[in-house]
């Protein structure tokens, strides 16, 4: 579906400078969690997680490497798809490391369910998922991150990585779509 970025604008929700404090604090509880670790393999899920991530390691003073995945989950349409495909996989191993998934959003819960059992297959000594926003009211499949930066509402957000229709993502903050006319 093509859209018309003329029909839509963007509101602020969450401040860019809110969002650096809370992942100051994230990275704090993360540091604490992993703190004897020899090796924590950072795994961002592309393409909405990449500014997440970078902010994210950056705070984080631990043995950090740094690994990617692409799954797709949504088309260019502002509705979930159940069928997860692995488009890019992880290049290193995983197996008895430390392992952290940073993602964007959890909405209905179905790509993080489908790449936390396709890790967990694994078998990595720790798995733990970072997420910058969840939306628990939508949620269809359980999933608990350990890490949340922000509850939100049923909204849909843009910004800081985030895109609709693959625009917006380097907006430096979160921001809803508010459809024009409505
Ligand atoms: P889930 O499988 O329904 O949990 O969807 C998770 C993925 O859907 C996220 O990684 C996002 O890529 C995308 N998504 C969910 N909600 C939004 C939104 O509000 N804006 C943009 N993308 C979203
Ligand atoms: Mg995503």
Redesign the pocket.
């Known amino acids: 579906m093509s859209v018309d970025h003329s029909s839509y604008h963007v509101e602020e929700l969450i401040s860019a400078i809110d969002i650096s404090r809370r992942i100051g604090t994230l990275a704090r509880e993360i540091e604490g969690h992993f703190k004897d670790t020899d090796k924590l393999v950072v795994v961002g899920?592309l393409r909405?997680s990449f500014i997440f991530i970078a902010d994210l390691v950056r705070e984080l003073k631990l043995p950090v490497e740094v690994d990617f995945m692409e799954v797709s989950?949504?088309g260019d349409a502002m509705e979930?798809s159940r069928n997860v495909r692995i488009m890019k996989d992880l290049r290193g191993e995983i197996e008895n490391m430390d392992v952290l998934i940073v993602?964007?959003?959890?909405?209905?819960?179905?790509?993080?369910a489908n790449v936390t059992s396709l890790l967990k297959s694994r078998n990595p000594s720790r798995l733990e998922i970072a997420t910058l926003l969840d939306?628990p009211s939508?949620r269809e499949v359980e999933v608990t991150a350990r890490w949340v930066g922000f509850e939100i509402p049923d909204?849909?957000?843009?910004g800081y990585g985030?895109?609709?229709a693959q625009r917006n993502r380097n907006l430096p903050y979160i921001g809803k779509v508010v459809q024009n006319g409505n």
């Open positions: 899920l909405g989950s949504y979930s993602e964007d959003i959890i909405d209905t819960g179905f790509t993080m939306k939508r909204e849909f957000v843009v985030i895109d609709y």
